[in-house]
């Protein structure tokens, strides 16, 4: 789960711009936990607020594929529907390899 940021972090470029204006202007070797505690992180005019604007950068998944399948409502009869459910876990997938032998 991601970490919550502080209420009073910068949002907007222009929250960074004066963060960075009121920052101290000279470099600062981070500590090995600032990359895991953000909260921690020290900001330099140098690029500071540049490389943690970049590092928040929202970050997806992507295009995921296109479905194999398509999710539909079928009405089965009893029988039928317990035939398959007898099998146990998998039982959509039997049906759907019965509708397949059946074309």
Known sequence: ??????AD????AADWDKLAAAAPGEESTPASTDAVQPER?????DGGPLAVREA????GRGLGKKP?????????????????KAGGPGWQARIDEALRRSL
């Open 1 to 6: 789960m991601p970490r919550k940021l502080p």
């Open 9 to 12: 972090f910068p949002k907007t």
């Open 41 to 45: 992180a020290v900001v330099v005019r």
């Open 56 to 59: 928040l950068v929202k970050r």
């Open 68 to 84: 194999a399948k398509q999710q539909v409502t079928l009405r089965l009869s009893p029988d039928v529907l317990a035939h398959f």
